[in-house]
């Protein structure tokens, strides 16, 4: 096949697929479905499915049911309709106010309208929405966990705030500095003993309740009383140069550093007292000897407290990561100390264009970083503008040479919304990296930009992809082993995936990443013939050399439901004589829910033609039981959330347990995927497990070579 790359993606729709196949884990999530039978839970379940999520449902039709199912685990999202004269959403809500429970309910409308949205948000529904939108439920769907991931967090993050709280309190009494909390009102809450030592206060308490201009000279107390004024208003850290007075009398000159902090349940003024002679012994410390700019440490430190005043509001300001675009064919050319007078005489240039106001600082070897305290991005990026060009404007003379160089500027807004100051770093740095690599070569600005969101702006050119990619024989099947925890018979299995072939630098990429939440039969159907097709010839091929391996395939809903696709299969293990049980076809059980009809007459044929049939994502539809008994497969693959949730406690294990010896007395078999260590696999074979699936024994590979110790 053909190496070549696919043309004519969007861009962001290949930066989501391959950002979302490396996603090997799905999120678990753990749905009520309250008052919803299990025709009208399955589709849902396919769709989760379809947009990366593992979900687990659990059925309930009255308040018993609904209580006890709160008793037994926590919950992520609740499911309902409301039918009047049936327990459902309204009572729903009733209860998880009563027990000041946390969890979204979304309310099923026949047809939304905005007098149903307005009823159901006055009873406090997270949102109300038609179960035929399923491209709007999905949105709202993870809106909902995303809000209740965030809401969980907060609340996690507030508890660790109150022990943060009590550590810094413990660490102000060991500070060696004076510290002073003082509320809006600036009346002292807490002095360290430091501060009673510093001022000589004999007892630590005699003093607590006075002023604390009262240390300070009579002179110095007005810009004192100005300075904790201005940082309470305007939420600045401020420093000032100030005599403070000990209760003796005698006089020393210090560092006043006031700013916004939280301590015991409120918000207050903290005021740290450094003596002139701490300060000064290491302020050239901060400084870069190359550049006279300040150095990296002090810059971080800097950005660090300007991050943290953006999110009170207020305070916005934008960070400038200045990146020189020939910065190692300078060293290469000049050598460290020619590179160092470049450095230096950019350094003063920008110096004399940059207001003392913003904070200027060398980040790295050759990288540049400005905090502009301005909170207008456009000044920002006209501030970044005139350094380019001033830069790509210098003729440098370094040893009689003339030298002229280059630099990309990535901004990163600061904001209330902002994040971690590292995070702020990389945004930064990733701007700056583009405007090096989209074609401009640098010596350009560009502010970042959050991508859209990854689920959004999929449309049919993602189809037209696909087909192109069939046109241009653009994919290629991989083979990950399904390796027996007990005696191989002779057997070896491998599971089949198919793959969008990229370049030599990228990962291939599943299409069932961006076909998977919406409905494109005809391409599903041409997809799934492909695979079947291909791996027919693979497995004829190791034939001829006395290799005898089974291949699960998977198949689309769309695929088992066509009428001629019995006779298509049988067509081809006769064109690649390939006797019909090495082939074990496999279905998603929740699309086998919703179109059991069809799935049985299927698997009836199966049978006939002598193929296997697994059930895969075995157990999340209310249906189980009930496919089980009427499919009657060979095998089943557990969905991947019974794995992940098998060492969360002895309940899972107990579970687990009961479901593999029920599948066992039905004479199935079983496959656990995502085994991922030792600890796991020895569980599972202690548990019964037939058979295990992992990155822990093999990644899927081109080839079927792994070693079954046959």
Not at 32 to 41: D, I, P, R
Not at 479 to 492: D, K
Not at 557 to 581: C, G, M, S, T
Not at 615 to 637: A, Q, T
Request: net charge negative; proline share 3%; aromatic share 6%.
């Amino acid at each position: 096949m053909s190496g070549q790359e696919v043309t004519g993606a969007p861009d962001g729709l290949l930066k989501r697929i391959i950002s979302e196949k490396r996603q090997r884990l799905r999120k678990n999530v753990h749905i009520l479905f309250l008052g919803l039978t299990a025709a009208e839970a399955d589709p849902i379940v396919t769709l989760l499915r379809g947009a990366r999520l593992a979900p687990r449902g659990q059925q309930v039709q009255s308040a018993e049911e609904f209580n006890q199912a709160l008793s037994e685990r926590s919950w992520d999202l609740i499911l309902s309709p409301q039918v009047e004269g049936q327990f459902g959403a309204k009572e729903a809500v009733q209860i998880l106010h009563r027990l000041n429970k946390d969890i979204p309910i979304i309310q099923l409308v026949p047809k939304s309208t905005s007098q149903s949205l307005l009823q159901g948000l006055k009873a406090r529904m997270a949102t109300v929405i038609s179960l035929e939108e399923q491209e709007l439920l999905l949105i709202q769907i993870r809106r909902q966990l995303d809000h209740l991931e965030k809401r969980r967090r907060l609340r996690i993050v507030e508890a660790e705030l109150a022990e943060s709280e009590k550590q810094c309190q413990q660490l102000a009494e060991l500070s060696k500095l004076p510290i002073m909390y003082l509320t809006s009102e600036l009346k002292p809450v807490y002095s360290n003993p430091a501060f009673s030592e510093q001022f000589g206060l004999e007892d630590h308490n005699s003093l607590q309740h006075e002023p604390l201009d009262k240390f300070t000279i009579l002179k110095d107390r007005d810009q004192l009383k100005a300075a904790l004024q201005e940082s309470l208003e305007n939420n600045h850290a401020i420093k000032t140069e100030l005599k403070a007075r000990r209760v003796d009398g005698t006089n020393f000159q210090a560092t006043f550093s006031i700013q916004r902090a939280h301590f015991m349940n409120q918000n207050c003024l903290q005021v740290i007292i450094r003596p002139d002679s701490i300060n000064n012994a290491g302020s050239f410390e901060s400084m870069d000897p190359t550049t006279g700019l300040y150095d990296g440490n002090y810059f971080i430190n800097a950005l660090e407290k300007a991050a943290h005043r953006a999110l009170n509001g207020g305070s916005d300001c934008s960070l400038l990561y200045i990146k020189f675009d020939n910065y190692s064919a300078l060293q290469s050319e000049l050598g460290a100390t020619g590179s160092d007078i470049v450095l230096a005489d950019v350094a003063e240039v920008f110096q004399q264009k940059i207001n003392k106001i913003h904070l200027c600082a060398r980040l790295d070897e050759g990288v540049f970083a400005i905090l502009f305290h301005d909170p207008s991005p456009d000044k920002a990026i006209k501030l970044a503008e005139q350094l380019c060009n001033a830069v790509a404007q210098m003729n440098i003379d370094v040893a009689g040479t003339t030298v002229q160089t280059s630099c990309s500027i990535g901004i990163s807004s600061i904001n209330d919304n902002a994040p971690h100051y590292v995070e702020l770093i990389d945004r930064a740095r990733s701007a700056a990296d583009d405007v090096l690599n989209d074609g401009q070569r640098g010596n350009g600005v560009k502010l970042f930009e959050l991508s859209t969101d990854e689920h959004d702006n999929i449309d049919d050119s993602s189809i037209k992809m696909i087909l192109d990619a069939l046109e241009n024989d653009q994919f290629n099947i991989l083979f990950q082993p399904i390796v027996a925890l007990a005696s191989t018979n002779g057997w070896g299995n491998y599971e089949v995936f198919l793959r969008l072939q990229q370049d030599s630098e990228e990962e291939d990429v599943s299409p069932n990443v961006f076909l998977s939440t919406m409905d494109h039969a005809d391409t599903n159907t041409r997809l799934d013939k492909w695979v079947i097709e291909h791996t027919l010839r693979r497995v004829a091929e190791k034939l001829k050399d006395q290799h005898r391996s089974r291949v699960f395939i998977n198949l689309t809903a769309q695929f088992y439901q066509e009428p001629e696709a019995l006779n298509w299969i049988a067509d081809q293990l006769k064109e690649h004589r390939v006797p019909a049980d090495m082939v074990i076809f496999q279905a998603n059980e929740s699309d086998l829910s919703t179109s059991q009809i069809q799935a049985e007459q299927f698997r009836f044929g199966l049978k006939k033609l002598g193929c296997k049939f697994c059930i895969k994502h075995f157990g999340v539809s209310e249906n189980r039981e009930l496919l089980r008994r009427k499919l009657k497969p060979d095998l089943v693959k557990l969905d991947g959330s019974y794995i992940q949730d098998l060492s969360s406690s002895t309940e899972s294990d107990k579970a687990f347990a009961a479901l593999i010896k029920q599948l066992k007395s039905a004479d199935i078999g079983t496959v656990a995927p995502l085994v991922e260590d030792t600890r796991l696999m020895g569980k599972l074979w202690k548990l019964g497990v037939d058979y295990i699936q992992g990155y822990y024994l093999q990644p899927p590979g081109p080839d079927m070579n792994y070693d079954f110790f046959e």
